[in-house]
């Protein structure tokens, strides 16, 4: 997983989103590799990362959280099952 500069103190006044049930800091996508890095105030919920970057991309097949800047976990498509690890 690659991050950028993190601002935590921006980070802490993430408003939060009810969809992946933390604070939503920023949101970055890859439409090349079909990646998501979804930066948070908290832990994401798996099934609401997955809808969001659904709605940007339907073909969507991995998304990288972090959690205060830190990573976190790791949301991947094989064989049309969404794992995390």
Request: aromatic share 12%; hydrophobic share 35%.
């Amino acid at each position: 997983m690659t991050s950028e500069p993190y601002n935590t103190a921006e980070a802490l006044e993430a408003p939060y989103h009810s969809g992946v049930k933390a604070g939503l800091h920023m949101v970055r996508y890859n439409a090349v590799t079909k990646t998501g890095y979804l930066y948070l105030n908290g832990a994401a919920d798996m099934s609401g990362a997955i809808n969001l970057y659904k709605s940007i991309d339907p073909n969507v097949a991995a998304i990288y959280t972090y959690d205060g800047g830190k990573p976190d976990t790791a949301y991947l498509l094989k064989d049309g099952d969404w794992t995390g690890r």
